[in-house]
């Protein structure tokens, strides 16, 4: 095995991702009914975690070579590399993973939505050639829709899945659901479509020009409310992820939340990817730091806000590179 496999950092970021996945898995199965494919995946994590214990994490099933540490990081349970692909072949995939990111990035909303209550500005930046993560506005005549996601995994699976997800959400938002009804489809049509190893954290929530907003978030990143006079707080998941609430009781469905912004106040949804985004001493940015940049730019317009965070995100690196897909969405009531 290489170097870098055996590093202890690699092998810390790898044994954290498991872990993680681990608790994730756990706590869906004590909610279900029906948990058979949740445990199989469970025992592949498991797998995962004995292997790299045992000292033979990393290593191809088909050839022994090393799988790439990439590829290992976008998907930790990964048995096998590109071992029997030629160069041709190799050169095929490239190209199709530059078209794969054309389409991927059309399912994008414009930049800069406004409506007369509005105003929206969001960065989605992939790790890879394409994105596991989610990024939506859909506006109709009195509310706007706004979503952020994030597919387990990385890679051309979860940008699958992410389109998936896109026809599915923008289907139910069309109808003008409420954002409680949509996650609650959209998380049956998860769990019957695609595999039990894949899952989406997500928030959706409706704006109306009121500044009354409705929010769900089944598993994702705290969205944090920006005040233009108080400090900023953190709103917490209400529910499972997608695709792991199916035959839930009816306490572990989703919940709603309403809040009312002012004007002048925002609303930050974003993913892992920018608060456990590490530096070279393998701190992570977090949310505290995230809240205090927003704090010290609540008076900007969302374009600006997004722009500070993202350079003192850069700072903050000091030179890594990031590890994970990374989606930032301000939604600011107009002023």
Known sequence: MSSALHAPAFQTKVRNQLVNRRARLESAIAELDRPQELLRLLTEVDSALSRLDGGT??????????????????????????????????????????????VQSALLPPPGLANSAWQTYYRYLPHGAVS???????????????????????????????????????????????????????????????????YATMVCGRASTSGEIEIVNAGHCPPILVRS????????????????????????????????????????????????????????????????????GKERAPKEMVAQCLADLSGFLGGAERADDLTILILKRAE
């Open 57 to 102: 994490y990393g290593l191809c099933a088909v050839c022994e070579t090393d799988i790439d540490e990439q590829d290992l990081l976008a998907n930790p349970m990964a048995r096998y590399c590109l071992c029997q692909m030629t160069r041709e072949r190799q050169s095929a995939l490239e190209r199709d993973l530059d078209l794969a990111w054309h």
């Open 229 to 296: 006079g108080d400090l900023s707080e953190p709103l917490q998941a209400t529910g499972l992820p997608l695709g792991l609430g199916i035959g839930a009781p009816p306490a572990a469905q989703y919940c709603t939340e309403r809040i009312h912004l002012d004007r002048g106040d925002a609303l930050v949804l974003y993913s892992d990817g920018l608060t456990e985004a590490a530096n070279p001493d393998e701190q992570d940015y977090g949310a505290e730091r995230l809240r205090s940049v927003l704090e010290r």
């Open 132 to 198: 596991g993560d989610y990024c939506d506005l859909i506006p109709s005549e009195d509310n706007l829709y706004f979503m952020v996601g994030d597919v387990s995994g990385k890679g051309v699976a979860a940008s699958l899945l992410m389109a998936h997800l896109n026809a599915a959400l923008r289907a139910l938002a069309g109808t003008g659901l409420p954002p409680l009804e949509v996650m609650q489809r959209a998380d049956r049509l998860l769990a019957e479509s695609s595999l039990a190893s894949h």
